[in-house]
Structures are given as structure tokens and as C-alpha cells.
């Protein structure tokens, strides 16, 4: 039930992109992205609800293919700043519970 | 403004102590989650409340693990006669609207390590 994240880690260079995968097996009501940093607590970035509502931060693009129940975020040009565990966590109909996936580590290189 | 805040953020328990972590969510916010954070993984739902009700426990482990939210603000999760298997981080997040389909805020968390 858990969704699964790939890649589990990815290593950039400054001003590269890169996309983060999620994928569930379930039929999903919204996908959350959160950025983790070490020790810290998460940050949110976007949700993306059935039907095609997003909320998120205005630099960050992500997409939500319901069909396939898959997730995908898009980092562009990327910053130092990004760097972090980004998680991604879905939400089924008419469920409170937020099921997250183990992570994908971004370690971004000046 | 202040942003959700926990204590105490480091715990550490000798095997069967009972233990007590604390959350303080922003004001005004409906919806209280606990989750729990093994080290490398994502966190792992453990309940939700709705103000002072308690809409799903069912992540809870062990009916070791007991948590309230008595007034709708703050929120304490109990572990009772703690195991080695407890040492997590325990992440508390709180959100304004009364499902978990909008951003929730995080605090900084509370390790607990049990010795």
C-alpha cells in the first residue's frame, strides 16, 4: 500500500533537473510532496487532488496522472537550497491518513 | 507567528518506562496528525483528530501507544512500558481545514531513544 518513490537518491550538479516518481497501487483522492531536510521537520510543497486542483508553492511543478495513479515532480534549474529527502504522500477517498513513500534523496553538487 | 512547536525534541527512556510527548499546534488549527519516524524511512501515520476528537487511531501501533487532544488545541501522545522498537522520531503536524487534502505544518519533532 505503501507508494514507491524513485529514484531513491539522486546526485546533481548546480542549475541541473531533475524528476522525482511516485506511484501507488490504489486509487488515490491526492498526492502531497513534502521536502525533508536532516533534522529537520517536513516542509510542504504541493498537493495535487483528483480532478486537477493543485495548491503548491508557485516555483515548484509537479503532475498527477490518475489514470496510472502516478505522481511526478519536476525540479528545474536547481539550487543548492534544494537539497533534502523528498517524500511524497498519497491520500485515499475519504481517508484522513496521509500513506508516504521512503523517500528520495536529492543531494545537489556546486 | 509561531508554527507548531514540540517537546521535549530528545528522550531518551530506559526499556518500560512510560513516556509523554507533547504537541503544540497553530492556533486555531482543526485537524492534529502524529506520525512516527524511523530513521531513512517516510513518516508512517499514527492518528488524527479532528479539534478534540479522535477521527483514527488506527495507526497506532499497540494499545501501548495512547494519545489525546482533551481542549482541540494541544496534544499529547503517551507510550506506555516503552520498547527498544519505539526509538523514532515522532512528528506532529496540524492543518487549518478538517481533512488531511491541505498543507499541514510540521514541528521540528521528538526523538525518543529507548536504551
Known amino acids: 500500500q505503501q507508494p514507491v518513490q524513485s529514484p531513491q537518491a539522486v546526485i546533481l550538479r548546480e542549475g541541473e533537473d531533475a524528476v522525482i516518481n511516485c506511484s501507488s497501487s490504489k486509487a488515490l483522492y491526492s498526492v502531497h510532496w513534502y521536502r525533508q531536510k536532516h533534522g529537520e521537520a517536513p516542509v510542504f510543497l504541493m498537493i495535487?487532488?483528483?480532478g486537477g486542483e493543485q495548491k503548491g508553492h508557485d516555483k515548484i511543478s509537479a503532475s498527477f496522472n490518475e489514470k496510472k495513479q502516478q505522481s511526478s515532480l519536476y525540479l528545474t534549474a536547481s539550487q543548492l537550497s534544494y537539497s533534502g529527502t523528498y517524500f511524497c504522500?498519497?491520500?485515499?477517498?475519504?481517508?484522513?491518513?496521509?500513506?508516504w513513500g521512503a523517500g528520495t534523496k536529492l543531494i545537489i553538487k556546486p | 507567528g509561531a508554527g507548531v512547536s514540540q517537546s521535549p525534541r530528545y528522550k531518551v527512556a530506559k526499556r518500560g518506562q512510560d513516556v509523554a510527548l507533547r504537541c503544540d499546534p497553530i492556533s486555531g488549527h482543526v485537524s492534529l496528525f502524529w506520525y512516527q519516524q524511523a530513521l531513512g524511512q517516510g513518516p508512517e501515520f499514527l492518528t488524527y483528530f479532528q479539534n478534540e476528537a479522535q477521527l483514527d487511531k488506527s495507526g497506532l501501533p499497540s494499545d501501548r501507544f495512547f494519545a489525546e487532544r482533551p481542549e482541540g488545541s494541544v496534544s499529547t501522545l503517551k507510550i506506555q512500558r516503552t520498547q527498544q522498537e519505539d526509538s523514532a522520531v515522532y512528528l506532529c503536524a496540524s492543518s487549518s481545514p478538517g481533512r488531511a487534502s491541505y498543507e499541514q505544518y510540521f514541528g521540528p519533532g521528538t526523538r525518543l531513544t529507548v536504551t
Open positions: 504522500g498519497t491520500e485515499l477517498d475519504s481517508n484522513y491518513q496521509l500513506i
Open positions: 495535487l487532488l483528483k
